[in-house]
């Protein structure tokens, strides 16, 4: 590796970080922002072992968010993969896609109408990253579901 | 059962830690081990190479020579003058590690090196440079330098090593090496081979006084080659400069050194004959 390339490194580093983290303050605005709106309809996970409760209509919502990682979180990461321990850069990243496909869900079916989205599922994907020979950014998709009635 | 509207708590699941300190952290510890790691390995590698017999660098210097020798000529009286002026720089109590040969290669590079087995490699456009057989003797002697400090295979050896390394990192973690991890192994390489240079000089500088008398007609070679490159010729030297440093300071350390052990830096040219 010559120096340029030292310097083209650097400058992804420092803008992975100065360009990654604004986006996610901007993020976490937004999220805490629609997080209060939508405050009074209750999301709840039971209701797969449980009896429903009566409702006039059910239906199923899914809300989906793919995020990437950026170049600054995944150096980091890659580092924390030489020693071990907690990839605390990691934690936004996956906070905001749990949230913010929650919110896409819960937003969808209070426009339908819901009181209430019952038996709430969180599911994650990676995509976009290979294993093994792992050069490329890699992305998350996190996947929300429920059942909301009215 | 009724649902009571609370605000969704904050940093459950995120550890509050800033981004940057913990970088910092870590590149911290990755250098400190990384660094550790490094001169251990370099003193293993040391180690290792100690214990190759004369005979077992000549096996591995001559299947090295499949690799490099393009464009050689052979049966060339210039091969012996070159034989023979190399045979003529150590002191009389020195003994040569193993017997010398000499590759004479057709090519508008400048260049010379030297490889493990005592194999020194001399570019033809390197006989066309120089001015004089001090100049010429000088860089024979620098080569011939690195071969008696066992450069060539330290070096081997340190290569082999760093490889396996970086690629039992690379096989265990499932990422590539952090890119910072293989300039650190560079900056440290550099440094390595900037300490052989000097010895490799300070060699050569002794056996030409020991040789003419005097250490004059030896650098301009090097203040002409910088010259051409700067000239845009750059294709042509760039590939001694990358292995050697640049003149500059190597002028002046010798100067240095000369000055110590009041050596005379002035004298008479000797003539190349015979190209
Ligand atoms: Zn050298």
């Not at chain 2, 590690?97 to 290669?105: A, D, F, M, Q, S």
Request: net charge neutral; glycine share 8%.
């Amino acid at each position: 590796m010559d120096v340029s390339s030292f310097y083209i490194f650097l400058l992804l580093l420092i803008l992975g970080y100065a360009i990654g983290s604004y986006l996610e303050r901007r993020h976490y605005k937004s999220i805490q922002q629609r997080e209060h709106e939508t405050l009074h309809v209750p999301i709840i996970t039971i209701g797969a072992k449980q009896a429903m409760p009566n409702a006039e209509e059910a239906q199923l919502f899914v809300g989906t968010v793919v995020i990437s990682v950026d170049y600054f979180k995944r150096f980091s990461a890659a580092l924390r993969n030489l020693v071990g321990g907690r990839i605390t850069v990691y934690e936004t990243l996956l906070d905001r896609g749990r949230r913010e496909a929650l919110l896409r869900m819960k937003i969808e079916a209070i426009e339908w109408g819901a009181d209430k989205v019952m038996n709430v599922r969180i599911e994650t994907a990676t995509i976009g990253g290979r294993s093994g020979n792992n050069n490329s950014l890699g992305s998350i998709e996190v996947i929300a579901y429920g059942t909301g009635i009215k | 059962m009724k649902f009571i509207h609370k605000k969704i708590p904050e940093d459950i699941n995120i550890t509050k830690r800033h981004p940057l300190s913990n970088l910092a952290h870590l590149l911290g510890m990755v250098i400190i081990i990384g660094v550790i790691g490094f001169v251990l390995l370099g003193v293993t590698a040391d180690l290792i190479s100690r214990w190759i017999s004369p005979e077992m660098e000549a096996k591995i210097g001559n299947s090295l020579l499949t690799m490099v020798s393009d464009n050689e000529i052979k049966d060339d009286k210039r091969i012996k003058y070159l034989t023979e002026l190399i045979y003529s720089l150590p002191k009389k109590d020195e003994e040569i590690r193993l017997p010398l040969k000499l590759h004479l290669i057709e090519s508008d590079v400048v260049n010379a090196f030297v490889i493990a087995g005592g194999h020194i490699f001399i570019h033809t456009a390197l006989l066309k440079t120089v001015e004089s057989e001090n100049e010429l003797a000088f860089v024979l002697a620098h080569e011939l330098g690195h071969f008696q400090e066992r450069h060539p295979i330290n070096g081997l050896g340190r290569g082999i090593i760093f490889m396996l390394v970086a690629n039992i990192l690379n096989f265990g973690t499932h990422v590539n090496v952090p890119d910072i991890l293989s300039l650190g192994s560079e900056l440290y390489l550099m440094n390595y081979s900037r300490k052989q240079e000097t010895a490799a000089d300070l060699y050569a500088l002794e056996r030409i006084i020991n040789r003419y008398g005097h250490g004059g007609h030896t650098m301009q070679f090097f203040k002409r080659l910088e010259k051409d490159e700067a000239e845009g010729n750059l294709v042509k030297v760039s590939e001694y400069f990358s292995t050697h440093p640049r003149s500059k300071e190597r002028i002046e350390r010798l100067m240095l050194e000369a000055e110590k052990q009041t050596w005379k830096m002035q004298g008479d040219a000797t003539s190349v004959s015979n190209i």
